[in-house]
Every structure is written in structure tokens, then in C-alpha cells.
């Protein structure tokens, strides 16, 4: 199993990757694109901006390349979502809504099968912290949050409120500085 740190660089590599299809990315109808490269995730905006955020807030713990590679990808990105604002941002609240969706599915598979459910919560939570990293984003102008996702967000958020108990950070404590517990709770804590 790989330590924070090692999960913080293949986060660069996938990152880096991710860039490089950007452009077309955005411009296509499509949510989730394969990336063609073994063991790497879906390329999807959530996807990329988790990373994207999650990496800047700890750039101190890369070395000094891997800190010029995330300048170079974040610069790829801005480059590439630029010239393409409405479909950036109809593509950004399509996924909030999907992710919700299936964060959604997972706090319902945990009302069913909850020691299945609870076991996989690490996993299944980075569908919530991309949400939130994504209605970061469009809370900026030139950007707008779909009020349907922020109701089904406030909807998903009090479910799951009622099966919380704070405690721990739930991903590599590494990462921690980049999520700070009153905006993540959800990744402070664990399920009842």
C-alpha cells in the first residue's frame, strides 16, 4: 500500500495526464473519459480539481520537480477551460450532480449492507470532496452552482450528519492541511 507521500505523486502523474486531455475534454459531451493508461482513474473534472486543489495546498511536501510538473499541468488547465466558460461550467454541474447521485447510492447502500458500506467509505467519500471542490469553483464568477445540486448537496450532507461521529482524519494524514475539518467533515470521523 502506498504512503501519502506516493499517493501524492501518482496524483501528480494522473494529474499530468489528465492536462494533456483536457482541451478536448471539455469541449466533448461526455462526463467520463478512459485516460488509455494503466491504473489510472476516469478522467473527469472532479477528478482532475481534487487533485489539482489537494496538490497545491501541499506543494511543500513535493520535491522541486514535481512542483514545476503541477505549475506546468494547472497552467494546461487554465489554458484549456479559458475559452471554453459555459461548457466548463455545464460539464462542472453535470458532474456535481452525478457524483451526488452516487454518493447518494453509497449512503443508501449503508442504511443495507453497513459493514460493506463502512469499509469502503474511504473511497467512496472522494465522490463528496469532489463536489465540494467543484461548487468551489463555480462559486467564483464567471460561474454559477445549479441549484439543484446545492439542494441534493444539503439533502445528501443531512443524511449523512445523522450516521456521523467526528473523529479522525479518514485519507493519509499528510493530507490533512488540505482539508480542513470544518469544510471536509465528512473526512474527519466515521460512520455509526
Known sequence: MRTGLEKLAFDLEIMEAMAALMPAY??????FWNIGVGGMPTL??????MRQQRL???ADLLNGDE????????STIQQAIAPQTVQFEKKANKEILARLHQWGEYLKDLREEHSR????YKTAVEA???VAVLAQLLADKPYQV???????????DQTLRHQWLIGEFVWPIE???AYPAEMYWWLYGRLV
Open 175 to 177: 493530507w490533512a492541511r
Open 67 to 74: 512542483q514545476m510538473r503541477l505549475q506546468t499541468a494547472v
Open 146 to 156: 445549479d441549484d439543484e445540486a446545492i439542494n441534493q448537496m444539503n439533502t445528501v
Open 26 to 31: 471539455v469541449a466533448s459531451d461526455g462526463l
Open 117 to 120: 458500506a463502512v469499509a469502503g
Open 56 to 58: 497545491l495546498a501541499l
Open 128 to 130: 463528496r470532496v469532489m
Open 44 to 49: 473527469t473534472l472532479g477528478g482532475y480539481f
